[in-house]
């Protein structure tokens, strides 16, 4: 076997092995959302005039496996972000932040997100179901759209009653 044959065999390899994580972080992501195992963190953003003081919270989608460990974000974003279940996550995400802006009418925060989520069923009820609830949330809400998915799907990113920030600009 000559040495281009053996880097072919490894490199089939380590796509097989890929593949194998890649299934699995879906199929743990997927048992979190169903054991409602998710909490969302909250990352101060400083005001640029005066760092002392928060402008807003970041709401960061946390995702934790079976013993409770959080998954990082890093591992599992990149599978789910063109699937069923990265609509899902942002669903679970804005829910839970609109749910925050509701209990706390002092808190500004951001929730990231693909534009590819903004039609899909379940993220547009929470949406539309929280506003009805309390229309200041709109005042308060920043959705963070991902650069990537703000290019590929422009004509959904018409955001009414909100901020918007393109996330990784």
Not at 91 to 117: H, Y
């Amino acid at each position: 076997v000559d040495r281009r044959q053996r880097q072919m065999c490894i490199r089939d390899k380590l796509n097989i092995a890929i593949a194998k994580r890649d299934s699995q972080t879906i199929q743990m992501v997927d048992a979190a959302i169903q054991h409602k195992q998710t909490l969302l963190a909250y990352q101060p953003v400083m005001m640029s005039c005066d760092p002392r003081q928060v402008g807003f919270y970041e709401g960061l989608i946390r995702v934790m496996d079976a013993t409770g460990r959080i998954i990082p974000a890093k591992d599992f974003i990149h599978v789910i972000e063109d699937t069923e279940l990265g609509r899902r996550i942002d669903a679970l995400s804005l829910n839970m932040g609109m749910q925050s802006l509701f209990k706390k009418p002092d808190l500004r925060l951001s929730i990231n997100m693909s534009a590819r989520s903004i039609g899909f069923g379940p993220w547009k009820r929470n949406f539309y179901r929280w506003l009805e609830r309390d229309e200041t949330i709109a005042e308060r809400l920043i959705l963070e759209i991902t650069e990537s998915s703000a290019m590929s799907e422009p004509h959904k990113v018409c955001l009414l009653y909100t901020s918007d920030a393109a996330d990784d600009l």
